[in-house]
Each structure stands twice: as structure tokens, then as C-alpha cells.
């Protein structure tokens, strides 16, 4: 049978005789003789309607059958017309491939985010400040520092450290809150341990009792270091993604988001371990979450109301009916408020707000007496030059 | 019959037929998809081979030898070379440094990826060379990747200097550099002194697109205010409830800004086209091999289609069927192909430029050749 063949020295092919027998196929070619045998070859031509023969490891050399040559060529070694000849990959390299992907996503998926809390727990604090800075960098952003607050302020740190006190929260020296105008209604806590209040989240609360319910969430995600827990799981997710992407950038954009205050977001576990360990805090400091309850309601029907367009505290925050139901299944009605009335009106004035404005629809809170609550420890004392700049490193 | 049956009877061809290589390009997108894409360096490979298999040059057709084990291992060299480090710089700086410290070494970490991505470039060409094979024949690729790196870096500091007018100049540069250590066995591809400077022809395209992209920019802008935002406007102003209105206009406006964009970035390819067509066809006329020389009949208006349906190929998929905006490009050339005399092949020996052991690395990394690469 007629061929050609190339040696792999010169870029020219020469015409051959080859016969084909049952564990080679021999090729003369000017003079010479070439034995070439079936297991180790493999097909150069990737069905491009030649057959061209090469051997296994490239020597560089060539044969060029006729198209017809399949004929003979095929019952003699089945194995070149597989697709394996051509270079393709075996389905056994495939199954790896897929064990392998889905392993590495177990591993950095699964794994790091259930082994996020005890990582989280040891990083230095050195790490979590330099995150803070990040954030705080933003919250001044979009937000701006209330000059008439710092009396608010005190009021709900006096507040807050009474509850922590009282359910022996571990950080509660570190505790800071501020407040600041904001377009929207919002409370979140920042890794270094502050927790920032929106004067909208002021104006929309009817009662003290749901504001410090609110903040009791708040304080919740520091003692169990959410904060943190939640940047180790990006991460996670970001190194994966660069990984198995090939550093495409999705994995970076990831991770930056995670230490972004958009990233600042909890896993749906995170958020109920908050809610219940601060409906704890409110038990412990005889506060009513009954104020929390309406709040959730409140949040609930103005959901349902403005579609998708709700504020950023509920985006942050997705109210449910569960939520509502758990507050309100461990309220206990006839508490004192958690705030006076003189205090609560101080907290309603905070960034020039008018305390005598009513929120929408007040009646189905209960009034606020003028008789202050039990204090039971004072607060921590914090230079008023901290929160001036709003970065608190 | 004859050997030759399946051989295109003109010296450059391509043959690949749309389907079939559609259909390739979508059972890799499902393996890339199933496998988080891990597959992506085999269905590199098989596209690769599928191309060059379907190249027909003189009657034979190129090989590609490449294999996806060979792109995976040059992957896994560049996680401690470059993954690492990236790592480091990103995700662990901003937390355990100095946030001045960390900046600045995010910041320098993007301008050494300037001549880093053009070095990415080489060690691509050079590992696709060093697995295309014709007759038998191994191409090649030699010369310093960082010494074309940091040349391609001053070019392109240039390039921004000149607020882009230099580019014809670094373009034709880089083609020089790239096709002067490119090899076909042991015969080096030269790049011709025509007694012309290499940019002869290209300022006249050049001028034209930068002259009429500025146009275009501004004509767009200008038929979204008159068609979009004018009315809008002016039904607000005339009482009507200004929110009401946006609700009623905002898929409107979405549509027409999408449109907007969509035509903007086509009449880009189409202004740009002229200059791409002019200098494809100067640096093929000025490239040789042992005397033979090359013609590109590249056309502004054949050009501007295929690259169109590249993009539209691109963004409808994805970025998933991106290989076949490649395989246009690629049929697109080698069928405007020519060869003005020939080489003297039994002349040619076997390369002796040493072949990469492992695959293109950071090419991947940098995505630099939308899942095909184009020699």
C-alpha cells in the first residue's frame, strides 16, 4: 500500500510502501525499512480526514495513509481509532477532575467556614483592628459623625453596659456604640468591637425597648465574634475561587468584599444565634422584648409593602415572622421601658432629629414613663476624642 | 484516489467547519462547568487541536502536541510563583501590615503585573509554538520573555504618553520582536527591511479610528440625551409625578443604555477595523521564511463581521463559547492567507530550540487568549 512518510529531520515527506500485519506496520521507504508497532502509536490527525500515524514518545517522524487504508488498519488495532489515539483525555481523568474540584470546594466551602469561629477566635487582634480601619474608613464614607450625639451616645452605652452586665458579656469594657447620620435605618457592628446606630434607626423606633433590642442583636455578634468569623469564611471562599479560577480575579473580588462594611453580612446561623443570645441579654436585664417583636412586625409589613424597594436594615437584616414570634414568644409585657422618658427624648434628638416628631404609627406601643431604670454598673469611660474622625483602629 | 483528497488545493487554508467545532466548544463548556473549571486546561487542549488540525498548509496540516496534563502542571509551577504571592499581597497584607505598607504593595504588585503579563504573553507563544508541528516539524519560540516584557512595558508607557498615537509603532515592534525568534524547525521567520518604515500605511486607519471613536463617543451621548433622557426630562418637568415616571421609564432606559453600549462598542470594532486590517496585512508582508514571503488580504469590513460575531459569541455565552470567536479569527486569517515562493523544506531540519517541559502557566492565570490562543 502507498504512503508517505516523514523522518522528523526534514520538513518534506517521502513517498513509502507499508504493509500492515497483525502487530505492526512495516514502512519501506527508500531503501530503508521502518517497523513500527500498533501499542506505540498514536494518531496525529484529529479526524481532519487523513490518517497520520506517529510514534509514542514523537520521534518527530510521520505516516500518511490513504483515507481507505481504515479499512485494513482498523481489525488490526482497534486502538488507533479510538478517541484516546487522538490525545483525548480518559473518562478516568475527567472523574478526577470532577473528585478534585469538588473536594477542593468541601475543603474551602465547607471545611473553613465550620473551622471559621475557632480561627477567627485566635487572629490576632492586630488583624481585626486593621479590618476595623477599613471599615471604619467607610462608615465615614456615607455616613456623617452627629456633633449633639455625645449625650445620645452616653445614654445608649449606659444602657447597653447595663444589659452586658447584667448577661456577663465578656467584652462589654470594649463595647462602644455611636451614632451617626445616615440616609437610612441601620445598626451593625464594626470588628473592632463598636457598633454604629443610623439616627433613621432613631427616628423609626416608637419605644426605647426596640432600640435597645436592636443594639442587644448587635452586641450578641461581638460576644460571639461574628464579625471576624464571617471575614475567614470569604477568605476562604476568595483563596478557593482563585485557586480553582486561576486567579481570574473573582476570588479577590471576594475576599475585598469580605473586609468591605457590604461584605459585613452573617450567615443565616450567625443571625439567629445573635437573636437568641440577645433576647438572653433582655431577659437578664428585665427588658421586654416585646419592643423588638413590634419592630420585626413593623419591618415585616413595610416589606411586604414597599416590595423590593426596603431599607437597608432589613436588606441587612431580612425580618421574618419567625423572628417577630421568637421575640415575642419570650416578651414579658409590664417591664419597666429600658429608658426614661427624658433619656429617650435626648436619644430621639441625637443629629439634630426633633424628638417631638412621631414615627408613623406609634399606638400600639406602650408609653415611656419619666422613672429611670436601675443602673447596674457604670459604663466604661471613653475620651470623646475617639469618636471625633470616626476611626477607631 | 489520492492522499491529498483531503488537502485544500491553495497554500493556506482552513478548514473547520462551524458545527463541529461548535460542538467541541460545548461539551468542554460542560466538563469546564462540572468541574468548577478545572477541565479548562484539557479543553484547551482539544480546542487547540481541533484548530490546528483543521490548518491545512501546503496540502498538510499542522499538529498541535500539547497536552491538558502539560497546561495543569504549568499551572501548579505558577501557585508558588505567582498565586502565592498574590495571596499574600491581597488577602493576608491588608490584615498583618501596616495599611501604608500593604497599599503600596498592592500597588507595586499592579505595575510589575505590566510586564509580567506581557511576559505571559512570550511563554504562551513559546510553549504553543513548541507544541505545533507540521510534517513532523516542531516550531519555536526563543529569545528572553522578560527582555520582550520590560521592551513591551516601555512601549506601552509610550502608547499612554502619546494618548495612543504611538501605537502603531509599538505594535509593529512587538510583532518584530515576536516573529524574529519565531522558528519553524532549525529556519528562524525573519522580519524584512522594505527600505519603508514598518508603520508605512498604518497612520491613515489609525488616525481614522481615534478620530472617529472620539466622534462616536459623543454621538452616543448625544442620541441618549436627545432620545432618552430629554424626554424623560421633559415629561418630569411637565408636572408629572418624577417618580412615577422613572418606575414607567426604567426598563426603558435599562434597554436603551444596554443598546447604547451595545452600539458604541460595534461601531468601535468597526472604526478600529481599517487599522487592525492594515496592520495584519503589513506585519504578514513583512515576515519571511528562507526567502519565502507571506500576503494578508485582511478587509475592513470581513474583518469588523467576524469580530463582531467573536463578541457577540463571547457575551451571549458567557464568556463560555469564547473558543470560537478564536476559531473565526484563526479561519478567517489562514483563509487570506498567501505564500509568494517557497521555502526550501528539505533544507529544513528538526528545531533545536529547547521545548518547555510544562504548560503557558500565568497565561492562564491572565486569561490572555480567551480559551484558545491564536499563534
Given at each position: 500500500?502507498?504512503?508517505?512518510?516523514?523522518?522528523g529531520?526534514a520538513?518534506v515527506?517521502?513517498?513509502?510502501?507499508v504493509?500492515?500485519?497483525p502487530?505492526?506496520v512495516?514502512?519501506?521507504v527508500?531503501?530503508q525499512?521502518?517497523i513500527w508497532t500498533?501499542?506505540y502509536?498514536?494518531?496525529?490527525?484529529?479526524?481532519n480526514g487523513?490518517?497520520?500515524?506517529?510514534?509514542?514518545p514523537?520521534?518527530g517522524e510521520?505516516?500518511?495513509?490513504y483515507?481507505?487504508?481504515?479499512?485494513d488498519?482498523?481489525?488490526?488495532?482497534p486502538?488507533?481509532?479510538?478517541?484516546?489515539?487522538?490525545?483525548?483525555e480518559?473518562p478516568r481523568?475527567?472523574g478526577?477532575?470532577?473528585?478534585a474540584?469538588?473536594?477542593?470546594?468541601?475543603?474551602f466551602?465547607v471545611?473553613?467556614?465550620?473551622a471559621?469561629?475557632?480561627?477567627?477566635?485566635?487572629?490576632?487582634?492586630?488583624?481585626?483592628?486593621?479590618?476595623a480601619?477599613?471599615?471604619?474608613a467607610?462608615?465615614?464614607?456615607?455616613?456623617a459623625?452627629?456633633?449633639?450625639?455625645?449625650?445620645a451616645a452616653r445614654?445608649?452605652n449606659?444602657a447597653?453596659f447595663?444589659?452586658?452586665?447584667?448577661?456577663?458579656?465578656?467584652q462589654r469594657?470594649?463595647?462602644?456604640?455611636?451614632?451617626?447620620d445616615a440616609p437610612?435605618p441601620?445598626?451593625?457592628?464594626l470588628?473592632?468591637?463598636?457598633?454604629i446606630v443610623?439616627?433613621d434607626?432613631i427616628?423609626?423606633?416608637?419605644h426605647?425597648?426596640?432600640?435597645?433590642?436592636v443594639?442587644?442583636?448587635e452586641?450578641?455578634h461581638i460576644e460571639?465574634n461574628?464579625v471576624m468569623?464571617?471575614v475567614?469564611r470569604?477568605?476562604?471562599a476568595?483563596?478557593?475561587?482563585?485557586?480553582?479560577?486561576?486567579?481570574a480575579?473573582?476570588?479577590q473580588?471576594?475576599?475585598?468584599?469580605?473586609?468591605?462594611?457590604?461584605?459585613l453580612?452573617?450567615?443565616?446561623?450567625?443571625?439567629e444565634?445573635a437573636?437568641?443570645?440577645g433576647l438572653?441579654?433582655l431577659d437578664?436585664?428585665n427588658i421586654?422584648?416585646g419592643?423588638?417583636?413590634?419592630?420585626?412586625?413593623r419591618?415585616?409589613?413595610?416589606?411586604?409593602?414597599?416590595g423590593?424597594d426596603i431599607p437597608?436594615?432589613?436588606?441587612?437584616?431580612?425580618?421574618?415572622e419567625a423572628?417577630?414570634?421568637?421575640a415575642?414568644a419570650?416578651?414579658?409585657?409590664?417591664?419597666?421601658?429600658?429608658?426614661?422618658?427624658?433619656d429617650?427624648r435626648?436619644?430621639r434628638?441625637a443629629?439634630?432629629?426633633?424628638?417631638?416628631?412621631?414615627?408613623?404609627?406609634?399606638?400600639?406601643a406602650p408609653?415611656?414613663p419619666?422613672d429611670?431604670?436601675p443602673?447596674?454598673?457604670?459604663?466604661?469611660?471613653?475620651?470623646?476624642?475617639?469618636l471625633e474622625?470616626g476611626n477607631?483602629? | 484516489?489520492?492522499l491529498?483528497a483531503?488537502?485544500?488545493?491553495?497554500?493556506?487554508?482552513?478548514?473547520?467547519?462551524?458545527?463541529?467545532?461548535?460542538?467541541?466548544a460545548?461539551?468542554?463548556a460542560g466538563?469546564?462547568?462540572?468541574?468548577?473549571?478545572?477541565?479548562r486546561?484539557?479543553?484547551r487542549?482539544?480546542?487547540?487541536?481541533?484548530?490546528?488540525?483543521?490548518?491545512?498548509?501546503?496540502?498538510?496540516p499542522?499538529?498541535y502536541?500539547g497536552?491538558g496534563?502539560e497546561?495543569?502542571?504549568?499551572f501548579?509551577?505558577?501557585?508558588p510563583?505567582?498565586?502565592?504571592?498574590?495571596?499574600f499581597?491581597?488577602y493576608?497584607a491588608?490584615f498583618?501590615?501596616d495599611?501604608?505598607?500593604?497599599?503600596?504593595?498592592?500597588i507595586?504588585f499592579?505595575?510589575?503585573?505590566?510586564?509580567?503579563i506581557?511576559?505571559?504573553?512570550?511563554?504562551m507563544?513559546?510553549?504553543?509554538?513548541?507544541?505545533?508541528?507540521?510534517r513532523?516539524?516542531?516550531?519555536?519560540l526563543?529569545?528572553?520573555?522578560w527582555s520582550?516584557?520590560?521592551?513591551s512595558?516601555?512601549?506601552t508607557v509610550?502608547q499612554?504618553?502619546s494618548?495612543?498615537?504611538?501605537?502603531p509603532?509599538?505594535?509593529?515592534?512587538r510583532?518584530?520582536?515576536?516573529?524574529?525568534?519565531?522558528?519553524?524547525?532549525d529556519?528562524?521567520f525573519q522580519f524584512?527591511?522594505?527600505?519603508?518604515?514598518m508603520h508605512?500605511g498604518?497612520?491613515?486607519?489609525?488616525?481614522?479610528?481615534?478620530?472617529?471613536v472620539?466622534?462616536a463617543y459623543f454621538?452616543t451621548?448625544?442620541?441618549?440625551?436627545v432620545f432618552?433622557f430629554?424626554p424623560?426630562?421633559?415629561a418630569?418637568?411637565?408636572?408629572?409625578?418624577g417618580d412615577?415616571?422613572g418606575?414607567?421609564?426604567?426598563?426603558?432606559?435599562?434597554?436603551?443604555?444596554v443598546?447604547?453600549?451595545?452600539?458604541?462598542f460595534a461601531?468601535?470594532?468597526?472604526?478600529?477595523?481599517?487599522y487592525?486590517a492594515a496592520?495584519?496585512?503589513r506585519?504578514?508582508?513583512?515576515?519571511t521564511?528562507?526567502?519565502?514571503?507571506?500576503?494578508?488580504?485582511?478587509k475592513?469590513?470581513s474583518?469588523f463581521l467576524?469580530s463582531?460575531?467573536?463578541?457577540a459569541?463571547?457575551?451571549?455565552?458567557l464568556?463560555l463559547l469564547?473558543?470560537?470567536?478564536?476559531?473565526?479569527?484563526?479561519?478567517y486569517?489562514?483563509?487570506?492567507?498567501e505564500?509568494i515562493?517557497?521555502?526550501?523544506?528539505?533544507?529544513?531540519g528538526?528545531?533545536?530550540?529547547q521545548?518547555?517541559?510544562a504548560?503557558?502557566?500565568?497565561?492562564?492565570?491572565?486569561?490572555?487568549?480567551m480559551?484558545v490562543?491564536?499563534v
Amino acid at each position: 500500500m502507498r504512503a508517505r512518510y516523514a523522518d522528523g529531520r526534514a520538513a518534506v515527506y517521502a513517498e513509502a510502501d507499508v504493509a500492515f500485519t497483525p502487530e505492526c506496520v512495516v514502512i519501506d521507504v527508500a531503501g530503508q525499512r521502518h517497523i513500527w508497532t500498533y501499542a506505540y502509536l498514536a494518531r496525529a490527525d484529529d479526524s481532519n480526514g487523513r490518517i497520520l500515524l506517529k510514534r509514542i514518545p514523537d520521534t518527530g517522524e510521520r505516516l500518511d495513509l490513504y483515507a481507505s487504508a481504515a479499512a485494513d488498519l482498523r481489525p488490526l488495532a482497534p486502538a488507533l481509532f479510538r478517541a484516546r489515539a487522538q490525545g483525548v483525555e480518559r473518562p478516568r481523568t475527567i472523574g478526577a477532575l470532577v473528585a478534585a474540584a469538588w473536594s477542593l470546594a468541601a475543603v474551602f466551602l465547607v471545611g473553613v467556614p465550620m473551622a471559621a469561629a475557632p480561627i477567627a477566635d485566635v487572629m490576632p487582634a492586630r488583624y481585626r483592628n486593621q479590618i476595623a480601619d477599613i471599615s471604619w474608613a467607610q462608615v465615614d464614607g456615607f455616613t456623617a459623625y452627629c456633633d449633639d450625639s455625645d449625650e445620645a451616645a452616653r445614654i445608649l452605652n449606659d444602657a447597653a453596659f447595663r444589659i452586658m452586665s447584667a448577661a456577663d458579656v465578656p467584652q462589654r469594657e470594649a463595647i462602644w456604640i455611636t451614632i451617626v447620620d445616615a440616609p437610612f435605618p441601620n445598626a451593625f457592628a464594626l470588628p473592632d468591637h463598636s457598633i454604629i446606630v443610623t439616627d433613621d434607626l432613631i427616628a423609626m423606633a416608637e419605644h426605647p425597648d426596640e432600640l435597645i433590642g436592636v443594639l442587644a442583636h448587635e452586641i450578641a455578634h461581638i460576644e460571639h465574634n461574628h464579625v471576624m468569623t464571617n471575614v475567614v469564611r470569604q477568605v476562604g471562599a476568595g483563596v478557593f475561587f482563585d485557586v480553582v479560577f486561576g486567579g481570574a480575579g473573582a476570588g479577590q473580588a471576594i475576599a475585598i468584599a469580605s473586609v468591605n462594611l457590604a461584605g459585613l453580612r452573617y450567615s443565616r446561623g450567625d443571625e439567629e444565634d445573635a437573636d437568641s443570645r440577645g433576647l438572653e441579654y433582655l431577659d437578664a436585664a428585665n427588658i421586654d422584648s416585646g419592643g423588638l417583636a413590634r419592630l420585626f412586625e413593623r419591618f415585616q409589613a413595610m416589606s411586604e409593602e414597599q416590595g423590593g424597594d426596603i431599607p437597608m436594615l432589613l436588606s441587612s437584616h431580612p425580618a421574618s415572622e419567625a423572628r417577630a414570634a421568637a421575640a415575642r414568644a419570650r416578651s414579658r409585657p409590664g417591664l419597666q421601658p429600658s429608658l426614661n422618658a427624658a433619656d429617650w427624648r435626648v436619644v430621639r434628638s441625637a443629629c439634630g432629629a426633633n424628638p417631638d416628631l412621631s414615627p408613623a404609627d406609634e399606638e400600639d406601643a406602650p408609653p415611656v414613663p419619666p422613672d429611670q431604670p436601675p443602673v447596674l454598673a457604670p459604663p466604661p469611660a471613653k475620651p470623646a476624642e475617639d469618636l471625633e474622625g470616626g476611626n477607631k483602629g | 484516489m489520492s492522499l491529498d483528497a483531503a488537502a485544500p488545493a491553495q497554500p493556506f487554508a482552513h478548514q473547520g467547519k462551524f458545527f463541529d467545532v461548535l460542538g467541541l466548544a460545548l461539551k468542554n463548556a460542560g466538563l469546564t462547568i462540572v468541574t468548577l473549571t478545572l477541565y479548562r486546561f484539557w479543553a484547551r487542549t482539544s480546542m487547540r487541536r481541533r484548530l490546528w488540525s483543521r490548518m491545512w498548509v501546503m496540502g498538510d496540516p499542522l499538529e498541535y502536541t500539547g497536552t491538558g496534563g502539560e497546561l495543569l502542571r504549568g499551572f501548579l509551577i505558577s501557585l508558588p510563583t505567582f498565586f502565592i504571592p498574590a495571596i499574600f499581597v491581597f488577602y493576608v497584607a491588608p490584615f498583618a501590615m501596616d495599611p501604608v505598607v500593604a497599599a503600596w504593595l498592592s500597588i507595586g504588585f499592579y505595575i510589575f503585573a505590566v510586564p509580567l503579563i506581557a511576559a505571559a504573553r512570550y511563554w504562551m507563544r513559546r510553549y504553543q509554538l513548541s507544541r505545533t508541528r507540521w510534517r513532523g516539524i516542531r516550531m519555536g519560540l526563543s529569545g528572553s520573555a522578560w527582555s520582550f516584557a520590560f521592551a513591551s512595558a516601555g512601549w506601552t508607557v509610550l502608547q499612554t504618553l502619546s494618548l495612543g498615537w504611538y501605537t502603531p509603532v509599538a505594535r509593529m515592534n512587538r510583532a518584530k520582536l515576536l516573529w524574529e525568534n519565531a522558528r519553524f524547525g532549525d529556519q528562524p521567520f525573519q522580519f524584512v527591511e522594505d527600505g519603508e518604515p514598518m508603520h508605512r500605511g498604518l497612520w491613515g486607519p489609525f488616525a481614522l479610528g481615534w478620530f472617529s471613536v472620539l466622534i462616536a463617543y459623543f454621538a452616543t451621548i448625544t442620541l441618549m440625551a436627545v432620545f432618552v433622557f430629554i424626554p424623560l426630562f421633559g415629561a418630569a418637568a411637565r408636572g408629572a409625578d418624577g417618580d412615577a415616571v422613572g418606575q414607567v421609564m426604567a426598563p426603558y432606559l435599562i434597554a436603551a443604555g444596554v443598546i447604547g453600549i451595545a452600539v458604541f462598542f460595534a461601531l468601535l470594532l468597526l472604526l478600529w477595523a481599517p487599522y487592525n486590517a492594515a496592520a495584519m496585512n503589513r506585519i504578514a508582508s513583512l515576515i519571511t521564511l528562507d526567502g519565502a514571503r507571506f500576503q494578508l488580504r485582511a478587509k475592513t469590513f470581513s474583518l469588523f463581521l467576524v469580530s463582531l460575531a467573536g463578541w457577540a459569541i463571547i457575551i451571549f455565552s458567557l464568556g463560555l463559547l469564547a473558543p470560537m470567536a478564536g476559531f473565526l479569527q484563526v479561519r478567517y486569517i489562514l483563509n487570506r492567507l498567501e505564500m509568494i515562493g517557497t521555502p526550501r523544506f528539505a533544507e529544513i531540519g528538526q528545531s533545536i530550540v529547547q521545548e518547555p517541559r510544562a504548560g503557558e502557566s500565568l497565561g492562564d492565570a491572565f486569561d490572555l487568549d480567551m480559551g484558545v490562543g491564536v499563534v
